[in-house]
C-alpha cells in the first residue's frame, strides 16, 4: 500500500532545495515513511523510518546560512558585551 500524505501548514518545514517544493510524507512500508519532493524522486528523500522532519530541513537548508555563529570568537572571554556596546574587561569596575 503507498500513500502519500501533504504536510499541515502549521508545520513549518524547509522547501525542497532543488525546485522549492513543499515536501510529502510517502509511506514505503507498513509503518515506514519517507519526506521527499513531491516532484522528483531524485530530489532529496530522508531514509525510511519514523518521519524525520529535522533530517529533511538538515538537507534542504542552504549550508551558508547555517553556518553563520558557528566559529566560535577567540576573544569571547575578554570582551563584554553590554547594551550592544562591546567593551574591555579592564574597563569594567
Ligand atoms: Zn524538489
Redesign the pocket.
Same mark, same amino acid.
Given at each position: 500500500m503507498r500513500g502519500y500524505i501533504t504536510i499541515p501548514s502549521s508545520v513549518s518545514c524547509a522547501?525542497?532545495? =532543488?525546485?522549492?517544493?513543499r515536501?510529502i510524507i510517502s509511506m514505503v512500508e507498513i509503518g515506514e515513511y519517507i519526506v521527499k519532493?513531491?516532484?522528483?524522486d531524485s530530489? =532529496?528523500q530522508t531514509e525510511p523510518g519514523l518521519i524525520d522532519m529535522d533530517d529533511w530541513n538538515l538537507h534542504n537548508t542552504v549550508l551558508a546560512n547555517r553556518q553563520v555563529d558557528v566559529a566560535p570568537c577567540p576573544t569571547t572571554d575578554h570582551f563584554f558585551s553590554l547594551n550592544g556596546t562591546i567593551m574591555t574587561l579592564e574597563n569594567i569596575d
Open positions: 522547501s525542497c532545495i =532543488y525546485c522549492g517544493a515536501p519532493c513531491p516532484n522528483s530530489h =532529496y
